[in-house]
């Protein structure tokens, strides 16, 4: 049996000056090597329970522990061990793509030898080689994601939190970066994976759990999950069994 | 360490990419240095030193009229114009021209100045001996004293009251100045005995002009070395706008919501902002010196003096540098937008500036401005500059100042810093 690398234990968020809950007692646990999709419509408290598992954002009750330590105590070394891809751009549009990935890697404690190789290897691998000179902001938006996601992974992190890795990129870029994830998933780097496209993330993820009102529904394979569900075909059925067909815009 | 390095480079790669930033925080104050230097020595010349023009209506022809001649004559600052397009000057005439703002200012003259002045002094004299008795017998009094007479002096509405108050001075110690003469003159005839000259007539009290300095030497200060201080300590402190400006950037395109995810402390990210940003300041000061030693005198301008003390004056620029980083991060971390950095940033500075004495010197100030003056790190700074250049002090003598800018420095930074956990606990 695989250690878990992420615990949550009854885990609840209330913002100041609103009432309701974002993340109401909501426990979890994520295995070594999975690649765990975690969905929900908009304002379920995906982006709560994530800014909580990466530390920005402090707990109002309940425990999160990653790789068995808390931010409490440990939270410089969870940071070290963890890597967040945003779903916005994050990295400076005038530099070049080498100096954005020397910058963020550098950040995170890489140096010298190692620091070239990770920042050389990375841009090779996602097919940016012969445009770590050129800055950033002339890149083409699959060219700009496939940066942001190296800027996030570079240190090689134990835990990947990803949020819409894909989100308006061609079909090319999407395919270099699942096939990117999944090698640096193979490499032993457990994901969390938040996104809407469901089919994606049906293909993608080893287990999903679907977030709505700050609880977890349920959690399971995409195919013990639709399974659950009668008349289900696809993780797009089960969604909107869990959540509704109603706008969410809250 | 690698952290760090790190940190300052990306901050320096990033100032250097940004060509609206380098250009207000090097290009743009070097021009300011020169032209409002220069602007300050045209105003100086043509007050004090470019001979400027003066109508007189000499409407008087006597001793008073050709004392004011001979006055500012040796003076060398105005020089009278007594006629216009080959006419006789009238007093319609030196009044239409100083209104159209042809000439800044018309002395006229009345009639029978200098005769009713001698009239008048010769009554006053008489009066005087007369209650004394003195040989009563030979001593009439001078009948009734002559109507009090006015010089007019017509000004350009434009012209500054500093200058009016000036030229009213100088023509009443003039007059003055004849009138001591025909009293004593006066004198000596009603007693008899004009040929002996009893009364001395050389100044009695004089003045003489000392700068106190510390070191005995003297060193005058000038718009050169008010202004290159001055506006170096400006071109440091609208770092405030490009600091906060890239804060906010940081903000808003993720960069930093990357950093607080990641194990570098927030302390060490601003460490990285606030050594570029020092270096930046040093950048400014030399490069403002090097303004005002090699090119003005190619401008016509003194040249500024550092009268060896680079390291000194290093020092007070640095710490004026990590006051305005302190501001500038401050105001970066409370602004949300650009549109909010900005503008608040370059009026703080602007304000800053005003109060702090580099626009205009502290002491002309009014009370209120002079004590509100004390609140300003801009202040600080130019009277460390100061003491340094005008009143040869050393480090020990700019230390109060230098500790109060590093404090402003700390007290900002801790506010920005704690504002920021502030608001990330949501």
Known sequence: MNRTVIHIENLSKRYRDDERWAVANLGLAIEEGEIFGLLGPNGAGKTTLISMLCGLIKPTAGLVSILGLTYRTCGSKIRSAIGVVPQDFAFYPSLTAEENLRYFGSMYGLKGRQLDENVRQGLERLGLDSYGKKRVDTFSGGMKRRVNLLAGVLHKPAVLFLDEPTVGVDLHSKQAIMDYLRNLNKEGTTIVYTSHHLPEAQEFCSRVGIIESGQLWRTGSPDDLIASVHGARNLEDVFLYVTGKGYRDG | ?426
């Open chain 2, 1 to 426: 360490m690698a952290k760090l390095f790190a940190s300052i480079k990306k901050e320096l790669l990033l100032l250097g990419r940004d060509f609206g930033g380098l250009v207000i925080l090097f290009v743009m104050p070097m021009i300011l240095l020169v032209a409002v230097t220069m602007v300050q020595k045209g105003s100086f010349d043509s007050i004090l030193g470019a001979k400027m023009e003066v109508l007189l209506v000499d409407n008087d022809k006597g001793a008073i009229s050709q004392r004011i001649k001979d006055g500012f004559k040796e003076s060398g600052e105005l020089t009278l114009v007594t006629s216009l397009d080959g006419g006789v000057l009238t007093e319609e005439t030196a009044r239409a021209v100083v209104h159209r703002g042809d000439f800044q200012l018309a002395i006229v003259l009345p009639e029978n100045l200098s005769r009713d002045l001698q009239a008048h002094v010769k009554h006053n004299v008489d009066e005087i001996l007369s209650a004394f008795d003195f040989s009563a017998d030979s001593l009439q009094t001078s009948g009734v004293p002559p109507e009090e007479k006015e010089i007019k002096l017509y000004f350009d509405p434009a012209t500054q009251s500093s200058f009016k108050t000036a030229i009213r001075m100088t023509i009443d110690k003039l007059v003055s100045n004849i009138e001591t003469k025909t009293i004593y003159a006066t004198f000596q005839n009603e007693l008899g005995d004009a040929d002996n000259a009893a009364f001395s007539e050389q100044k009695f009290i004089s003045f003489k002009e000392v700068v106190e300095s510390a070191g005995g030497m003297v060193a005058m200060p000038s718009a050169v070395q008010h202004n290159v201080p001055a506006w170096a300590l400006f071109a440091i402190f609208f770092i405030v706008v490009p600091l906060s400006i890239n804060i906010v950037k940081e903000k808003s395109q993720g960069t930093l919501v990357r950093i607080a995810m990641s194990p570098t402390p927030y302390g060490l990210f601003l460490l990285g902002k606030t050594i570029a940003y020092a270096i930046v300041s040093l950048v400014q000061f030399y490069l403002m010196l090097l303004v005002g030693a090699y090119l003005f005198p190619h401008l016509g301008l003194h040249p500024f003096d550092v009268q060896g003390n680079l390291g000194i004056l290093s020092a007070i620029a640095l710490s004026s540098g990590l006051a305005a980083i302190g501001m500038g991060i401050l105001v970066g971390t409370v602004a949300s937008t650009q549109e909010q950095s900005a503008p608040f940033g370059a009026t703080l500075t602007v304000v800053l500036a005003a109060v702090g004495g580099v626009w205009v010197p502290v002491f002309i100030m009014p009370p209120i401005m002079q004590k509100l003056s004390a609140a300003s790190p801009m202040n600080w700074g130019l009277s460390a500059f100061y003491d340094v250049l005008l009143r040869r002090g050393r480090l020990a003598d700019i230390l109060p100042e230098i500790i109060l800018l590093i404090l402003f420095f700390t007290v900002t930074l801790t506010i920005a810093i704690l504002y920021d956990k502030k608001k990330r606990t949501v």
